[in-house]
């Protein structure tokens, strides 16, 4: 689902992976008309896994489409002078709401000063991996965090690497928030801006924001490796009797009355009080006192079933969690359902229908649209060229002709001369 908020504003985006492509989709989800650029045939991602199976050939990439959901698509060739002409000209098409690149392909010919030249007040946002242009992405940044040496037993001599692309994900949302922010001085102020964010600036900043930095400099202590311990106060993951396994955290005092009190464990407490000298209602003691703790709480979990565990935690208002496969979480999880209005069932066309996610962000008293999937490649080239450049009927043509511009690519899953004119905006 998306919101009509930034209904007005056009985005020309011409990207790759995650961070950017992920950008694209939040100002999109938030109303604005994202005009994504690819490469006739698709660019470096475009067949990226997981893909769907499909005879004689590669299915669509479930990853590419996830992430280019409501925008429209245009097919240029790029490696052509003329192709590359008609990206500059729709990143700096005029109108108060037009003018705005996203992108994190380094080519000289979408330089914000080859742009400015074109239009005065052009934002551009570029994402980089590295502040000095060099190549990064999100596991050789990630790698220079410490994270993997404290992440699930990691080690400096054996690092952990999370999975999740985390630093692509935040760098995706700072870059969306700064080209919002870049839109509106200019409606104050009518200059343009051109906006430059490298992941790895990304990543240390966060490190900054929460506290490892001056760690590291004022205490002169690097981060243990806890397995799945909450650093800080206390959380872990305790097994069920059948097999079920559940995270607990008790990082408020009310969290860790309610825990105290569903695992009816009040007295053992307070004799591990007096043990220690540590007072558990503080969450520093508590951490420090962890493995303890863990060993009052571990015994109520094994003698009783995962669904016995989730109900008393329930009732005491426990924080917790069950640990899912995602399969799991999309088979019983009403989170992860029609159930939440922040999903919504799609078309995508080479994909089929399925559950599908939108703007995470709940509006009171706006209702939202219906998201339009993931186009396939050049749905939009012809609508795009009239109604941004006014280019006619025989300059499109041409242009299709000459092979700088294509589309809409086939539906591979449909029968021949298959459109894909659902996809189009009204």
């Not at 590359?84 to 690149?101: C, I």
């Amino acid at each position: 689902m998306t919101y009509p908020l930034l209904n007005r504003l056009r985005v020309v985006e011409s990207s790759a992976f995650i961070a950017a492509p992920l950008a694209g989709l939040t100002l999109a989800q938030f109303g604005a008309d994202v005009i994504r650029v690819d490469m006739i045939g698709g660019g470096i991602d475009y067949m990226r896994m997981p893909r769907m199976p499909q005879a004689g050939g590669k299915g669509r990439s479930l990853y590419w489409t996830a992430l280019n959901k409501g925008k429209r698509s245009i097919a240029v060739d790029l490696r052509k002078p003329e192709g590359r002409e008609l990206v500059q000209a729709l990143a700096t098409a005029p109108g108060p709401d037009a003018g705005v690149l996203l992108t994190n392909i380094g080519t000289p010919w979408l330089a914000h000063e080859a742009l400015a030249a074109r239009r005065a007040d052009m934002i551009s946002c570029t994402i980089q991996g590295n502040g000095d242009g060099s190549t990064a992405v999100d596991y050789t940044v990630n790698c220079a965090t410490g994270y993997p040496a404290v992440t699930g037993g990691g080690s400096r001599e054996r690092p952990v690497n999370h999975v999740l692309p985390a630093w692509d994900i935040a760098c995706a949302y700072q870059a969306a928030f700064a080209v919002v922010a870049a839109v509106e001085q200019r409606r104050r102020t009518g200059a343009g801006a051109e906006l430059k964010l490298a992941l790895s600036d990304m990543a240390f900043t966060m490190l900054s924001h929460l506290g490892l930095l001056a760690e590291a400099e004022l205490l002169q202590q690097e981060r243990a490796s806890i397995g799945n311990h909450l650093y800080g106060a206390f959380g872990r993951d305790f097994g069920t009797l059948d097999g079920g396994r559940l995270m607990v955290a008790a990082i408020s005092a009310g969290q860790w009355k309610a825990l105290v009190e569903a695992c009816g464990i009040a007295g053992q407490v307070a004799a591990l009080e007096q043990r220690t000298g540590l007072n558990l209602g503080d969450e520093a003691d508590r951490f420090a006192c962890r493995e303890a703790i863990a060993e009052l709480v571990a015994p109520w979990f094994a003698t009783r079933t995962q669904a016995e565990a989730e109900g008393l935690l329930e009732a005491r208002k426990v924080c917790w969690g069950r640990y899912s496969t995602v399969g799991e979480l999309l088979a019983g999880d009403p989170r992860v359902s029609l159930a939440n209005p922040v999903f919504e069932r799609v078309a995508t066309p080479g994909i089929g229908e399925h559950l599908a996610a939108g703007a995470a962000v709940r509006v009171a008293s706006m209702e939202r649209e219906a998201t339009l999937p993931a186009a396939l490649l050049g749905t939009h080239t012809d609508q795009v060229l009239h109604e941004v450049l006014g280019l006619d009927g025989a300059a499109v043509g041409w242009l299709h002709d000459a092979g700088v511009v294509a589309g809409p690519e086939r539906d591979p899953t449909a029968g021949a001369g298959s459109g894909a004119g659902a996809c189009a905006r009204a």
